[in-house]
């Protein structure tokens, strides 16, 4: 006979192989889904975008997009074969970025076309004493012509255009692409630094008529906004010695990149007092000071600065520095600025400064504008254009006023 006792032993038997069972189908169930995600995720590196090129200090710095993490490099040349070959490294160990992805070509090719391929290897995980790769992934050729030394050039520079990828459409549109030799983007191209994802959505947005030109991106106050504004340096500097303050020759001018950096004191919430522009500047003005000592300076037929905030604008104490060396000058002949939202050409005698100065406009329909600059013979040819195509300002400035 079964006794009672039976029964519930029987019962505590049965529930404990539906226990086990269970926890085996929820292990399952975990793994299952771990390997759905695992597969979701990207699992082999490819590049999302053409380099773009950026004239920094010590070269070119191409920049592309990636899938997923990888480390980079480029091989380039200005004939026939790409022979040489950057990776993207410090000290002696590859950069491991996230999305956007960089290499600094070590030469600025005058009169010659570079061309350029990015590289990218993509890791899915890092450990200890391995990783896990995914791949390698190359871009198209690209070919980027540089203007021949003494040259006449033209350049258009845009800012504070606040992520407002249509207004910047609208102003691209009125740009006679074919013409122009370099594209500035002088600050506030942004809202703030939030992520890689976020940033390349305006970088990589940025079209230059179909044409592949040299660029240059000049660091404003919203870019040192955000905890990603961190990053930016790693995604469009030189990973050796990169700075956002530098100077080169292109054609028959020779541009100093001046960053104004925040356009307030350090202790503002925007940042959470976790800046010291104070010192930075300092240390920008100690490297200015070098500059006209250059014999490319000396050379250059037109000297142009080009800064997020322009000097009759209050930026801190210490940016003064760098404003008393440029007063002192009398050999700069303009200014291209953005930051203060109004587009216009401003004159010597308005801001009781030595140069002229250009600003371009701000992130609405009624305040966007770009400026152009041609460097002519009989001097720089300087117009401001709004979305319509239409010339608000424009002037001529001569050699050594």
């Known amino acids: 006979m079964i006794s009672l006792s039976d029964v519930e032993s029987g019962e505590s038997i049965v529930k404990k192989v539906l226990n086990g069972i269970g926890a085996r189908l929820l292990l399952l169930g975990v793994l299952g889904l771990a390997a759905a995600l ?20 010590g070269g070119v710095s191409a920049v592309w997009q990636t899938n997923m993490r990888a480390t980079s490099g480029v091989i380039y040349g200005t004939g026939n074969a790409l022979d040489g070959l950057q990776t993207s490294q410090v000290f002696g160990l590859k950069v491991l970025n996230s999305r956007i992805q960089s290499a600094l070509i070590p030469l600025l090719p005058a009169g010659q076309t570079l061309r350029l391929q990015a590289v990218s290897e993509g890791v899915k995980a890092f450990f200890a004493g391995s990783a896990i790769k995914a791949g390698t992934a190359r871009s198209q050729v690209v070919e980027v012509p540089f203007p021949p030394a003494g040259a006449e050039i033209t350049f258009v520079s845009f800012s504070d255009l606040h992520e407002q990828g249509g207004l910047y459409a609208q102003l691209a549109a009125a740009v006679d692409w074919p013409s122009v030799d370099l594209a500035v983007y002088n600050g506030d191209m942004v809202n703030s630094v939030v992520s890689a994802d976020q940033f390349s959505r305006t970088l990589f947005s940025l079209p230059t008529g179909g044409r592949v030109l040299p660029r240059v991106y000049v660091r404003g106050n919203f870019e040192t906004r955000g905890e990603g504004a961190r990053d930016l340096g790693d995604w469009l500097l030189p ?37 010291d522009f104070h010192a930075y500047h300092r240390e920008q003005a100690r490297w200015l000071a070098e500059v006209a000592l250059t014999p ?22 210490d940016f003064d520095r760098i404003g008393q060396w440029l007063l002192n000058r009398k050999d700069i002949e303009l200014m291209v600025s953005g930051h203060t939202h109004l587009r216009g050409i401003w004159l ?5 400064l030595p140069f002229v100065i250009a600003t371009s406009g701000g992130p609405t329909p009624s305040e966007a504008a770009f400026v152009q600059v041609r460097t002519a013979p009989s001097g720089l040819e300087v ?5 319509n195509g239409q010339v608000v300002s424009s002037a001529v400035v001569k050699q050594g006023k």
């Open 38 to 57: 695992w597969l979701s995720l990207p699992w082999r590196a490819a590049i999302l975008s053409d380099p773009l090129v950026f004239i920094t200090r």
């Open 239 to 275: 990973p050796q010695g990169g700075r956002w303050y530098h100077a080169f020759n292109f054609g028959n001018t020779f541009f100093i990149v001046l960053d104004s950096g925040e356009a307030q004191e350090d202790n503002i919430p925007q940042n959470s007092a976790l800046a």
């Open 296 to 317: 490319e300076y000396a050379a250059a037929r037109y000297r142009v600065v080009l800064v997020h905030a322009p000097l009759h604008r209050a930026v801190s104490p």
């Open 348 to 352: 010597p005698q308005e801001t009781r």
């Open 383 to 387: 117009k401001v254009v709004d979305v």
